[in-house]
Structure formats: structure tokens, C-alpha cells
């Protein structure tokens, strides 16, 4: 019995699983790092040595780098938060990544609709053009909307990160609602233009209630990439009352150069939330992604 | 239905909140730049610009660019030539390492080994993680004081005594020997770069190309099946002409993610200039020098470079599919 059975774990899937468990080890190991160096003081990060009292030698203790913390230095988190600004910037974030995509949402259903439910000439070419905004790169917009920004005296705002990031999520809003809106049946339009409803009633009691799967998907990818986006954040919103996440992160680095527990402390608050709720939607958020690139 | 003026009217409505948006801030703006990388434009206060024609970019491409203030040669070190090239290294590094790992993992999970989900779920994590907070992170792991991790694994298990030497021996753009600083060298960093890069991105490829083979028709494969074919033949013959689609949306998402990159570099080193992009010469340009007519230029030339890889790319893997067909 005991024999059959070793033979039929065959090696090599065993050996498949030693080289995931590697890549699952590599992947995770950078995080429980950080969570560790984020609770620990310098001394421990980095050693030290002390003068024994009762023998006078000098005792080297050396640094605890992988090691769960000797003292938990909950500390850290605290003044990551205080001084380090983390929560203010956390807000920023979300004011910023929530409007932006309630905007890219509206935006793009109200275009979809246009594109694939109106007939009309020159509806293709306008699918065309809006697809441009795929390869587009945000190199394209930073001089001009920058000057534009500082003479309408809207940098420092929460405007200046709000409409481009709406802007820059539209074309992938456009293709995955496309994706969404051709799986409602066209026969509901024309029973409902037939019962008298326009193209608005059409589109807000017909069409937007049956796009509820679509705002997921639309959602989560616009609030990752308006989350940890950096170049535009850096650049128009250089102060730092409506400075974003990714931003705050940077220059608390010029403030604690030598200080690891506070800076772990704010990298893990950046990070800790995305985790959680990427344990609950897993499988969501990896359809949005999925639904973003197979129809592009 | 009909097409009366009211129903244009209501398309028009309809296309207007897009249209705004993606013309006002994507489309414009490319004019613009493009208008601004032929002026001399140092100044976003006053209006003053002087046509210079093609001058920015023949001095993005020349080894010498002058600041106007001081008379000082300033970007000696950091021209556009350099900067294109690493991020076309990083390209390169993309393609033909990352994107083989990820379809290696892909084709692996996909065949129904025991916790695929719970593989895929962690592998496809980094993605998420904000690409600054991986830079940062991975500043420490490099840092090459007491506390780096790589540096003290290195000397915990005694690498370093014969790896540092022998980088030293290949550093040769400076007389400083290595001693564990990662990101300091220009023989070194961009590869520091990459690391992270391929930690954060491996999982995302190979996401898409998980779902594109699950995609594939279960007769298809039982057929080969069937037809005796080995693993390895399915893989090559059906499984991965399949998925060409999505092999051809991660290829030009890595190569143009190659090009447009900028997070991680600027997060990852205090001295961009070790491992310059095009993006953060042009972030320098900008922001440190003012000269807005310099890097309107770059960001042009990034354009048209973005645009020509997504269309050589599409043709590549059109030819090949018309060719197997």
C-alpha cells in the first residue's frame, strides 16, 4: 500500500511545487520584511554596542535582520502618522481616487452608450480615436497641463490630480464597459423606445442599472492606477496640504534618512489597506485586470 | 431609428464629458508639446518663446547641453541617447526574461496543479503594492549600510568576498571600489532596477496569460491528448499560438512600460543619473533646469516611440499568425 501510494506522487510535480513555494517565498518575503523592520528601533535594525556594568567589557549585539522584533515598537506607526503626515495623505488619496473615478465612470458609460447602442456614422472611427488614449503615454500631457494648471492657479489642488487621472483611465473605462454593454441584450432598447422611452430614458433605466458588474471592474482598475501613480502627483501637487500617498512616501524619505522604523512604519501604512482588500476581492480585481488587457 | 437633428444632438451630448476629458487633456496637449519642443521656453510665467525649429532635439541627442544661467555644461553625463538606451534595455530584459517566467508560471498553474488559486492570488500581489513603495523597499533591501538585507546575507554567508571584488574589477565608469552600493554604479543600477521590476510584474503577466490559457477549448487540448501529444507539444503548438493575443498585449505593455518608467527609478535611487530614463531626464529638465522646450521634446520623442512599438509589435505577431495559418 504504502509503496503505491509514494509512487504515484510523481516527482515531478513535486518538484513544481518546491519551485512555486520558492517563487511564493520571494514574493512574500520583501513584505514580511518591511512589516518586521517597521516595528523594530534602530539599534535593533542596525546593532549596537553597550559597556557591561558589573564587567566593563564592551558587548556587541549584532543587528536582527530577518527576526521577528525583540520589542514591538508600535511607536513607529505613530509617528509615521503624526509627523509623517501618512493619514492626511491617505485622505488625499482617496478624495482623489474616488473622484476620479466617479468621473471616468459617467464619462465613459455615457461615450460607451454612444459608440455601441446609437447608430450613427463615423461611430468606428470615434471607438478608434478614443482607443488612442491606450498607448498614450502621460509624458504626452505633463508640460502642457502644468502651464495651463499654474495659470488657472490650480496646481496644489485636488483638480489638478482629479481630471487628468479621469482623463487618462477613460479609454480603458471605454473598453471594458464596452465589453459589459454588449452583453445586455439589444431587444430592452427597442421595447423600451417602443413604450416611448428617449435615448436618456433608455440609457439611465435600462442601460446604467444593468452596468452594475462594469463599475466594479471599471472601478478597481481606475483606483489602482490613480493610487499609486507618481509623476503627475509629484508634479502638480508639490504641497503638502493635497500631496497623495506615493508623493507623502517620497519625501518622508528626506526626512528620516537614517530613521528605518518610521519610514517601514509608513510603507506598510501605504500598503497594508491595498492587501486587505485584495484578500476579499482577489478574484475580482484580477477580472478587472483580466478585462482590461484580453479586449485591448 | 431616425436621424433627425435631436438624435445628433443627443450622440454629441452623450460623446461631450468623454470628449472634453480626452481632448482636452490627451489630445491637445500632444499638439502643444509638440508646438513647445520647437521653442526655446524657459519661463512658464512669461510668454516669450523663440522658434528654434529642431535645435531641442539635436541638443537632446548632442553630448552637450548648456544651462543658460550659469554657462555650465549640466547634462553631460545624463543625455537622451544614454537614457534611451537603458530603457530599451530594460526592454529587452522585460521580453526575454520576464515575460518567458511568467508564461513558464502561467502554463504550470494552469494545468490544474493543487492551489493554483492560492499561487496566482500571491504571485499576482506586487501588482498592487504602489511602484513607489516597491522602489523604497527595495532601497533598503539595498542599502549598503549595516541594515540592507542583501548586503548582509551576502557577508552572512561570505558572497562577498569574492563577488564585490569581481564587480569591482567590471566597474569601470568609476574609481571607487564596490563595496555592496547597488544602486552607485552605472554598471550596476539599471540591473538593481531591473530586480524589482520583475518581482512586481512577473505576477501581472502572468495573470493575463493564465486566463488567456484557460481560455483555450478543453477539445482542443483533449484532441492533443488524444493525438498523444507531450506536454510540451501542446504547450508549443496549441496552447501558445492561442494565447498570441495576450502574449502580444504583454510584449507591448513591457516595452512601452520600459520606456514610459519612472516610479521606480526615481523612488529606488537618490542619483538617477546611475540608471537615467528618458522620463526622469525629462523630470530633471523640467523641474531642476527649467528648460520646458527640452522636455516637451522628450516627451514627443516618447511618444512616437510608444506609438511605433505598439505598431511594430502588432505587426510582428500579425505576420507570424498569417503564417501558421
Known amino acids: 500500500m504504502r509503496e503505491r501510494k509514494k509512487r504515484k506522487l510523481k516527482v515531478s510535480t513535486v518538484l513544481v511545487h518546491l519551485a512555486l513555494l520558492v517563487l511564493v517565498f520571494i514574493n512574500i518575503f520583501p513584505l514580511y520584511w518591511m512589516l518586521t523592520f517597521s516595528l523594530k528601533t534602530n539599534d535593533e535594525i542596525l546593532g549596537y554596542s553597550y559597556k557591561d556594568p558589573e564587567t566593563g567589557v564592551r558587548v556587541q549585539v549584532p543587528p536582527n535582520h530577518v527576526g521577528l522584533p525583540h520589542q514591538w515598537e508600535w511607536s513607529n506607526y505613530a509617528e509615521a502618522m503624526n509627523t509623517g503626515n501618512m493619514g492626511q495623505y491617505f485622505l488625499n488619496s482617496l478624495v482623489v481616487s474616488v473622484s476620479a473615478i466617479a468621473i471616468t465612470m459617467v464619462a465613459s458609460f455615457m461615450a460607451t452608450y454612444a459608440l455601441t447602442r446609437l447608430v450613427w456614422k463615423g461611430r468606428k472611427m470615434m471607438n478608434k480615436f478614443f482607443m488612442l488614449g491606450l498607448t498614450i503615454p502621460i509624458h504626452a500631457s505633463i508640460v502642457p497641463v502644468y502651464i495651463i494648471l499654474s495659470r488657472m492657479s490650480l496646481l496644489n489642488t485636488y483638480m489638478a490630480l482629479i481630471f487628468p487621472y479621469a482623463a487618462f483611465s477613460l479609454s480603458m473605462g471605454i473598453l471594458i464597459s464596452t465589453g459589459f454593454m454588449g452583453d445586455i441584450p439589444y431587444d430592452l432598447d427597442e421595447a423600451a423606445f417602443l413604450d416611448g422611452c428617449g435615448v436618456w430614458g433608455i440609457f439611465l433605466r435600462i442601460i446604467a442599472p444593468l452596468m452594475m458588474p462594469a463599475i466594479a471592474t471599471v472601478g478597481i482598475y481606475t483606483f489602482l492606477q490613480c493610487w499609486n501613480e507618481l509623476l503627475f502627483a509629484t508634479i502638480f501637487v508639490s504641497s503638502g496640504q493635497y500631496r497623495t500617498l506615493p508623493v507623502g512616501v517620497q519625501q518622508l524619505f528626506g526626512q528620516y534618512t537614517t530613521r528605518w522604523g518610521p519610514i517601514g512604519a509608513a510603507l506598510s501604512i501605504a500598503t497594508i489597506p491595498t492587501l486587505i482588500v485584495y484578500i476579499f476581492l482577489s478574484k475580482r480585481i484580477q477580472d478587472s485586470f483580466i478585462a482590461g488587457a484580453v479586449k485591448g | ?325
Open chain 2, 1 to 325: 431609428m431616425k436621424r433627425t437633428f435631436t438624435y445628433r444632438l443627443h450622440i454629441f451630448l452623450f460623446l461631450l464629458p468623454a470628449l472634453i476629458l480626452f481632448v482636452g487633456i490627451l489630445i491637445a496637449p500632444i499638439v502643444m508639446s509638440a508646438w513647445y519642443s520647437v521653442h526655446d521656453f524657459n519661463s512658464i510665467s512669461s510668454t516669450k518663446m523663440d522658434f528654434v525649429g529642431l535645435d531641442n532635439y539635436v541638443t537632446l541627442f548632442s553630448r552637450e547641453m548648456i544651462n543658460p544661467e550659469t554657462g555650465k555644461v549640466f547634462a553631460n553625463d545624463k543625455f537622451m541617447g544614454d537614457a534611451l538606451v537603458n530603457s530599451l534595455i530594460l526592454a529587452v530584459l522585460s521580453v526575454f526574461i520576464q515575460l518567458p517566467l511568467s508564461l513558464i508560471i502561467a502554463l504550470k498553474l494552469s494545468k490544474g496543479i493543487r492551489g493554483e488559486r492560492a499561487y496566482l492570488s500571491i504571485f499576482f500581489m506586487p501588482v498592487l503594492i504602489s511602484t513607489v513603495i516597491i522602489g523604497r523597499l527595495w532601497m533598503n533591501i539595498y542599502d549598503p549600510g549595516k541594515a540592507g538585507i542583501l548586503n548582509a546575507a551576502l557577508r552572512a554567508t561570505g558572497a562577498d568576498q569574492w563577488l564585490f571584488p569581481w564587480i569591482s574589477g567590471r566597474i569601470t565608469s568609476s574609481k571607487l571600489a564596490f563595496t555592496g552600493q547597488w544602486t552607485g554604479f552605472r554598471e550596476t543600477a539599471l540591473g538593481a532596477a531591473f530586480v524589482p521590476i520583475l518581482w512586481q510584474y512577473v505576477g501581472y503577466h502572468m495573470l493575463l496569460m493564465y486566463a488567456g490559457i484557460k481560455g483555450v477549448p478543453s477539445e482542443l487540448l483533449e484532441a492533443a491528448e488524444l493525438d498523444g501529444c507531450s506536454e510540451g507539444q501542446v504547450n508549443r503548438h496549441i496552447i501558445i499560438p492561442y494565447i498570441k493575443p495576450i502574449l502580444k498585449v504583454s510584449v507591448i505593455f513591457a516595452v512601452t512600460g520600459s520606456l514610459k518608467s519612472f516610479d521606480l527609478i526615481y523612488a529606488l535611487m537618490k542619483d538617477t543619473t546611475k540608471a537615467e530614463l528618458p522620463s526622469t531626464l525629462m523630470y530633471k529638465l523640467l523641474f531642476l533646469h527649467n528648460r520646458y522646450g527640452l522636455g516637451s521634446a522628450i516627451a514627443v520623442v516618447l511618444i512616437v516611440l510608444c506609438f511605433a512599438f505598439a505598431l511594430l509589435i502588432t505587426l510582428a505577431f500579425r505576420d507570424k499568425g498569417e503564417k501558421v495559418s
